[in-house]
C-alpha cells in the first residue's frame, strides 16, 4: 500500500528565510503528488501537484522519483504562508488521496 | 471555481443516536465523492468513496454499517454516523474531483458525541 511521510510536525522560519518542507512517499509503480495547504480556518486546498510543474504563491516542488521525494521549497517566506500543509499522493484512476502527517509551517515576523 | 459545500459545518449529539452530513458539489456535478477523517492535530484518512448509483467503496477498518454512504444524486453524498459513540468525535471532510482530477475539499463538519 502507498504511503505518504512528512517527518516535520512543525516548521518555524523567520520572514525572509528559505523553506523546505519535507515529503516522502512509498508506492512502487507512477504515482502522482500534491501538496495541499490548509489556512487557518479555512478548508484545505490545492497548493500545486507535480504534473503541473508549475510555481504557485512562490512555492515549488519536484518529484525525485530516485529519492521518492517532493519536497516543498520557497525561497522567502511570507508571513502569510503561515498554514498546515500536507504531501498528498494519488494512484490510478478514481483519484483517491493518501495524505501524509501534515507539517504546520509557522514564519515569524 | 469549484465548490464544496458540507451542512451542518458542527453537530453535537447524545451518544447512541444517528447523525447525518451532507455534502454538495454547488456548480458542478460528481460521480465520486471522498469522506475523509480528521481527529485533532492528526493527519486526514481516507473513509470511503462515494459512487453516485453504486455502493460506497470503504477502506479496510472503516464499518460500513456504522458509516451509511448514500450518493443520491450528481451533487449530493450523506454520511450518516449511526449509532454515535463518543469515538466517532472526529472532523469529517468530504472532497469531490473537478477539471483535471482535481480535488476540491468542503469546509468540514465537526462531530461531537457527548
Known amino acids: 500500500a502507498q504511503r505518504v511521510t512528512q517527518p516535520e510536525k512543525l516548521l518555524s522560519v523567520f520572514k525572509g528565510a528559505p523553506v523546505e518542507l519535507k515529503c516522502n512517499y512509498s508506492?512502487?509503480?507512477?504515482?502522482?503528488l500534491f501538496w495541499y495547504v490548509q489556512y487557518s480556518r479555512q478548508r484545505l486546498q490545492l497548493l500545486l501537484r507535480?504534473?503541473s510543474r508549475e510555481s504557485i504563491k512562490g512555492f515549488t516542488a519536484d518529484l525525485n522519483k530516485g529519492e521518492t521525494s517532493f519536497h516543498l521549497k520557497k525561497p522567502f517566506a511570507q508571513e502569510e504562508d503561515s498554514a498546515m500543509y500536507y504531501c498528498?499522493?494519488?494512484?490510478?484512476?478514481?483519484?483517491?488521496?493518501?495524505f501524509g502527517g501534515g507539517t504546520r509551517l509557522m514564519v515569524k515576523p | 471555481g469549484a465548490v464544496v459545500s458540507q451542512h451542518p459545518s458542527w453537530v453535537i449529539c447524545k451518544s447512541g443516536t444517528s447523525v447525518k452530513i451532507e455534502c454538495r458539489s454547488l456548480?458542478?456535478?460528481?460521480?465520486?465523492m471522498f469522506w475523509y477523517r480528521q481527529f485533532p492535530k492528526q493527519s486526514l484518512m481516507l473513509m470511503a468513496t462515494?459512487?453516485?448509483?453504486?455502493?460506497?467503496?470503504?477502506e479496510q477498518g472503516v464499518e460500513k454499517d456504522k458509516f451509511l454512504i448514500n450518493h443520491a444524486s450528481l451533487t449530493l453524498s450523506t454520511l450518516t454516523v449511526t449509532s454515535a459513540h463518543p469515538e466517532d468525535s472526529s472532523f469529517y471532510i468530504c472532497?469531490?474531483?473537478?477539471?483535471?482530477?482535481?480535488?476540491?475539499f468542503g469546509p468540514g463538519t465537526r462531530l461531537t458525541v457527548l
Open positions: 508506492y512502487s509503480g507512477s504515482p502522482e
Open positions: 498528498a499522493l494519488s494512484v490510478g484512476a478514481g483519484n483517491m488521496l493518501t
Open positions: 507535480h504534473i
Open positions: 472532497s469531490a474531483p473537478f477539471v483535471s482530477d482535481t480535488q476540491y
Open positions: 456548480d458542478f456535478q460528481a460521480t465520486t
Open positions: 462515494s459512487n453516485e448509483g453504486s455502493k460506497a467503496t470503504y
